[in-house]
C-alpha cells in the first residue's frame, strides 16, 4: 500500500497545480518544494544580512524539473514573507530579479533594494 501511494505522490506532480506546497524552513533559512516524493527538492535559499534585511541569494531546481514554473512558486513565497514580515531585501539570485520583473507588483517593489 505504500508503494501505491508514492507512486501515486510522483504521478500526481504538476508544477501548474494549486496543491504545490512550498515549505518555510526558517531554521535553514530556505524555502522548499518536495518533488517526487520527498527524494527531489527545489529551494530557494536566503541570509539574513542585517536585522530587517535578508537575501534571497539562490534558487535551484533540479535538472528534470526545469522550466516546469517551479521556482515561480519559491519566488513568489519567497517574496510574500519579505513583505509580510516587513523586510528589506537583496535579490541577488538572478531569478527572483527576473521574477520580480515579470511579476510587477507594487508590494514588492517597496521591499527591495534597488
Not at 524552513?25 to 522548499?32: E, H, P, S, W, Y
Not at 530587517?52 to 535551484?60: F, S
Request: proline share 4%; glycine share 4%; hydrophobic share 35%.
Amino acid at each position: 500500500m505504500a508503494q501505491a501511494a508514492q507512486a501515486a505522490q510522483v504521478n500526481a506532480f504538476d508544477p501548474t497545480s494549486s496543491q504545490i506546497q512550498v515549505e518555510h524552513d526558517r531554521k535553514r533559512r530556505q524555502f522548499v518544494i518536495r518533488l517526487n516524493g520527498s527524494h527531489d527538492r527545489a529551494v530557494l535559499l536566503y541570509e539574513y544580512v542585517g536585522k530587517k534585511t535578508v537575501d534571497l541569494q539562490h534558487t535551484e531546481v533540479p535538472d528534470a524539473y526545469r522550466g516546469r514554473g517551479i521556482a515561480k512558486h519559491l519566488a513568489k513565497a519567497a517574496m510574500d514573507f519579505v513583505v509580510e514580515e516587513d523586510l528589506k531585501a537583496h535579490l541577488t539570485c538572478w531569478y527572483i530579479q527576473k521574477y520580480v520583473k515579470e511579476n510587477p507588483q507594487p508590494q514588492y517593489f517597496e521591499h527591495i533594494y534597488q
